[in-house]
């Protein structure tokens, strides 16, 4: 794995929190910086993964998203001999 840049930082967390990172890095075989910034990755993942879905989904719908326009195209190239 390619090793990329590191910054260090502070980061502030309730007790329990803390606590919680702790154990469930402990149980993934990950120090605590591990996790968090697995962590931190999955998430930034997730939202993004969020907004192409929320962008496609926009620009799939409506009236004038249909592919109806392409449907002779289509048969062009699909009846070519």
């Known amino acids: 794995m390619p090793s990329r840049p590191i ?3 502070a980061l502030r967390l309730p007790a329990d ?3 919680l990172a702790s154990t469930l890095a402990r149980k993934k075989g990950m120090s605590f910086n591990a996790f968090v910034a697995w962590s ?4 930034a993942r997730e939202e993004e993964e969020h907004e192409l879905f929320e962008g496609y989904t926009i620009a799939g719908g409506g009236d004038d998203s249909t592919t109806e326009w392409a449907m002779p195209a289509a048969a062009e190239v699909v009846l070519l001999d």
């Not at 931190?40 to 998430?43: C, H, T």
């Open 7 to 9: 910054r260090t930082t």
């Open 17 to 19: 929190l803390h606590e």
């Open 40 to 43: 931190l990755e999955r998430v």
